[in-house]
């Protein structure tokens, strides 16, 4: 019997450790409403779970309840309560009758100093969030003063106090005056950088700034700073601070502090699309390997469709961010349409960031070959061209609501200049997102593309150089890249067989309405239509269709089925495809 006797002992102390953990006390409050009940219990807190905080709790009861009200401006309630000493659990009762509000007779605020000639102080006070006759709301009058000091530490105002901070209150005559006194100070401006132990050279780091020493000091242009020094990838961590204890004839110096990012990271990645099948994608990143701010990103990717691997070196010129040399090597396998093209390129590339505007000017020296037909050809390319492009967005990255995108490329290569076949080469592509109710969103896209070979070369275009339609981000209902220009071969056996081998010409566009069923979900439909054509060839393909999209943090998965209502035997193809319309 000693066990069950020890058992029942535990399991008493346990029921009477619980018991003791129990609310001793069940409060009901009456006579209030809305955010004052809000408040009041709030500033009661939980329910006593002890003889002794009970005590305590009806003890302070009253005044908490009258201090909950006189923060919303009411100071004039009765409040009395009502104990039933009924044990285990007491109750109380506490009735309100709040009595009418004090209300704001006169808002003073003076500004001293140079603040007193600055119009951003000039615009806070035209909207101070208190207002004569309203109803006196302390939470108001304590974010009035923060606005004034958090404004004052943003436009410089480094040593800027509060020297008058006072709320007069007539309780028996309802009114309530408010005085308040800003002293700014000076108002001070960028001084010197000083970096501590930064591995990257000091003039690549100051191309960065968003401000110039002799600036007036803003504190929005110090966090853009520390904004585009994070961007760059060549720190795990940015402290930015100003140092006013340190400031000489009124200018402060600004310390950075900088924690280099880890010298190498490797990601894998696995995904699959209609377009490209299963993928699997090894990505090896150095973000910096000099104090020059050098890096490098190397990509092997593995797909049935494309195999590729891109070794890309990036060299900052004026600035890191904006204005950026690019070297790389690629080499990837590819199926367009009915031809299999293996390709190697090096090239070179300088991307310039002016406002909105990404300008880009590029040499690439390609080297094709390619299959058709059992019948193989080679080709090499030395192209010079350009890219413009500039993308407006609104609202979120992967789910935006409004937008405009274009991208225009052109290029150009010379039998005298190291090309096989002369060509030029230009294409444009433009994306459009609208949301003109709320749910309804509609985006619209139109590729279009010329290739030009003036000495009659067409047929010899490598395939990487023509153009071919169909798949997720083309003409839905056609598979990946079948849509181009036909040749007829004959076979062995002696029939003929029809190969999709690309054309000079591409036109293509869509058209797509989505609804919001949920925040997550949306349905679409769309018509896409448009053709891959040499010159003077034009056949409309078309497809409608209509799609199940889910809206992840890394964009929308979208499963899309289309029709090929053009074909002589149409068919239903599917795509799933995952991320952001641009």
């Not at 100093?113 to 006196?136: C, H, K, N």
């Not at 309780?171 to 010197?192: E, K, N």
């Not at 407006?392 to 090309?419: H, I, N």
Request: no cysteine.
């Amino acid at each position: 019997m000693k066990h069950p006797v020890r058992f029942l002992l535990i399991l008493l102390a346990l029921l009477a450790g619980g018991a003791a953990h129990a609310a001793s006390l069940a409060v009901d409050l009456k006579g209030l409403d809305g955010e004052l009940r809000r408040n009041a219990l709030a500033w009661l807190g939980a329910p006593p779970d002890s003889p002794q905080e009970r005590l305590n709790f009806l003890v302070s009861a009253r005044d908490k309840v009258r201090d909950s009200l006189q923060a919303l401006g009411y100071y004039r309630a009765d409040v009395d309560l009502t104990v039933q000493r009924t044990d285990p659990v007491w109750q109380l009762t506490i009735e309100v009758d709040p009595g009418a509000p004090v209300r704001v007779r006169n808002l003073s605020v003076q500004l001293l100093g140079q603040a007193a000639a600055d119009e951003a102080f000039a615009d806070l006070l035209t909207q101070p969030d208190i207002t004569s006759g309203e109803v006196l709301h302390h939470g108001r009058y304590e974010h009035l003063k923060k606005r004034l000091l958090a404004l004052g530490q943003q436009r410089g105002y480094l040593q800027g106090e509060l020297v008058t901070s006072r709320v007069e209150v007539e309780a028996g005559g309802g009114t309530a005056d408010i005085h308040l006194a800003y002293q700014s100070g000076p108002r001070y401006r960028f001084g010197r950088l000083v970096f501590a132990d930064h591995q990257i050279d000091e003039a690549l780091l100051k191309s960065l700034r968003t401000f110039r020493e002799g600036d007036y000091f803003e504190q929005s242009a110090l966090q853009s700073y520390q904004a585009q020094l994070q961007r760059t990838g060549y720190f795990s961590s940015v402290i930015v601070q100003p140092q006013p204890a340190q400031a000489e004839t009124g200018r402060v110096p600004v310390a950075v502090q900088l924690h280099p990012a880890e010298r190498h990271s490797f990601d894998v990645g696995v995904g699959y699309s209609t377009d490209t099948e299963e993928r699997v994608t090894l990505t090896w990143r150095t973000p910096r390997i000099n104090r020059f701010g050098h890096s490098q990103i190397t990509r092997l990717e593995y797909s049935p469709i494309n195999p590729s691997g891109r070794l890309t070196y990036n060299i900052p010129l004026t600035h890191p961010l904006d204005d950026v040399l690019q070297l790389w090597a690629r080499a990837e396998d590819d199926e367009f349409g009915d031809v299999d093209s293996r390709q190697q390129e090096l090239g070179m590339r300088r991307d310039i960031h002016r406002d909105k505007w990404l300008f880009g000017y590029a040499l690439r020296a390609l080297n094709e070959s390619w299959d058709v037909a059992g019948e193989s050809a080679e080709n090499d390319y030395l192209l010079l061209g350009g890219t413009l492009s500039r993308r407006d967005r609104m609202g979120s990255v992967v789910d935006p609501r409004g937008g405009f995108s274009q991208v225009y490329t052109l290029e150009a290569g010379s039998e005298q200049a190291g090309s096989d076949v002369d060509l030029v080469r230009l294409t444009a592509d433009w994306r459009s997102i609208l949301t003109p109710l709320p749910r309804h969103r509609i985006v619209a896209r139109v590729s279009a593309g010329i290739a030009e070979t003036p000495t009659g070369g067409g047929d010899q275009l490598a395939p990487s150089l023509k153009f071919f339609a169909g798949g997720s981000q083309s003409i839905r209902g056609f598979s990946y890249n079948s849509v181009g220009d036909e040749v007829r071969v004959k076979q062995p056996d002696g029939s003929t067989r029809t190969l999709v081998v690309g054309g000079d010409r591409l036109l293509t566009g869509s058209l797509e309405y989505q609804y919001y069923v949920t925040d997550k979900w949306r349905g679409a439909v769309f018509f896409d239509a448009g053709d891959a054509f040499n010159e003077g060839d034009f056949n409309l393909n078309y497809a409608p269709g209509f799609g199940v999209h889910y809206l992840t943090p890394v964009g929308a998965i979208r499963f899309e089925l289309a029709n090929s209502l053009s074909e002589r035997n149409p068919s239903w193809q599917w795509h799933l495809t995952i991320g952001a319309e641009f």
